[in-house]
């Protein structure tokens, strides 16, 4: 029996999705689509590999309520602190700081228009 594989990860967006797509790509270090450019309705993030890219397209309506599926990153040579800034330099804010004492934890941000992610603690703290 073939399964079915998964092709995108879609975020809709009320604003532009060339932007959003930008900050991905800009938060993630990886390209955005040679055929999408400012101005198109669905834009590509690719990502490496076989790992499915991440497609922002644009509908009419907005965001309600929480995500009920998001991600969470674990920066690679950086501590969480300094990815949590650089997140926030491009364009995110934080909701929730759910750091331990103990330096477990995450933090909970919004990209530019309000999905969710976090990012974890990392290698280097």
Known sequence: ???PTIRHI???CTGEPYELARFWSDLLGHP????DKPGDDEVLVELPNDTPGLLFVRVEEGKTT???LHFD???TGRTRSEEVE???SLG???LTDRTLPNGRGWVVLADPEGNEFCIERGELG
């Open 1 to 3: 029996m073939l399964n």
């Open 86 to 88: 650089r997140a926030v």
């Open 32 to 35: 955005i689509s040679d055929i």
């Open 73 to 75: 990153l674990g920066p």
């Open 92 to 94: 995110a804010h934080i």
């Open 10 to 12: 879609t975020f809709d």
């Open 66 to 68: 929480k995500n009920r």
